[in-house]
């Protein structure tokens, strides 16, 4: 049985949901144990008891330990399969944080996988449905990685109540090595029971700051009326991206604002990725056995994802300084 010290690194749900899906492609019984050890509140959050159930029910897993405020859990993994799963995280939980839990598994399946999910598509401390979309999926169908992603309904903190559908066909990892990409800034910029304009200054802002730095940018505007009442804008370019969200009290230039400010470090830089997609790339990285990318700056996230893609696979990384990159490969 593979043991795993959950408070590693960044010690965060990150190590859960990397540690049980690999656990997963592997058929191998793993214990995880001091999850989220350092935060305030350790222990598993209801967003992570839903990530759990999901990659349990794609392979069949039993498991033990699984409770709010578990801090330690056992994971039994059998065969990945299709499955057509309705997820319901039941708070503001992120949806792209629980999909990333479920994408490695997910192509080692016989069968395609179908999601729905309810929950947070735009929420703090997680990448936004529109990354995930536009930054994450585009980078990984470069290694093989099928999948395709519907934004049916969009979920702010506190009430969440978004809908995203998503399907994920079976496929075959390749390597690749992720060089910069220069395309035109695009993104889109949102708003649920709030005034028009509020989407509308979020994009303008972005767009404006870009444009005087010499950056064609074009920047969609969608208002709508969900339940969950919010803003947030999300730019991409290539394979970087930033995401902002509004909130109350915060002026929609500055939301606005925000997300291109961070757009500019990405464009002016030479890495080929941003320093949040890394981190999501290294465990396909690792499963697929060759490959390599620059980024701007090693995160917590990446090291410890690092560290625990060695741990459960035969593979190491090299990690190389070149002039102001990082560059991370497959030995």
Known sequence: MIEIDGSYGEGGGQVLRTALSLAAILGEDIIISNIRKNRPKPGIKPQHLASIEAIAKI??????????????????????????????????????????????????????????????????????????????????????????????????????????????????????????????????????????????????????????????????????????????????????????????????EKVGAKAAMDMLGNLKSKAAVDEHLSDQLIPFLGLAGEGSLTTGKLSGHSRTNIWLTEQLLDIKFDIEKIEKMIRISVR
């Open 59 to 252: 392979c069949d897993a039993e498991v033990e330990g699984l409770h709010p405020g578990s801090k330690q859990i056992s994971f039994s993994p059998l065969e990945i399969r299709g499955v057509d799963l309705n997820i319901d995280i039941g708070t503001a939980g992120s949806i792209p944080l629980l999909i990333q839990c479920i994408m490695p598994a997910a192509i080692y399946s016989d069968t395609r996988v179908k999601l729905s999910i309810r929950g947070g598509t735009d929420v703090a401390w997680s990448p936004s449905v529109d990354y995930l979309k536009n930054v994450t999926l585009k980078a990984l169908s470069k290694m093989g990685y099928k999948s395709n992603i519907q934004v049916v309904g969009r979920g702010y903190y506190p009430v969440g109540n978004g809908l995203v559908k998503m399907e994920i066909e079976p496929s075959k990892l390749k390597g690749h090595d992720f060089e910069k990409v220069s395309e035109k800034v695009s993104g889109i910029s949102h708003c649920s029971n709030l005034p028009e304009h509020v989407a509308e200054r979020q994009a303008s802002s972005a767009a404006e700051i870009l444009q005087d730095a010499g950056f064609e940018c074009d920047v969609e505007t969608e208002c709508t009326d969900y339940i969950s009442t919010g803003s947030g804008i999300t730019l991409w370019s290539g394979l970087a991206g930033s995401v902002s969200l509004g909130k109350r009290g915060l002026p929609a």
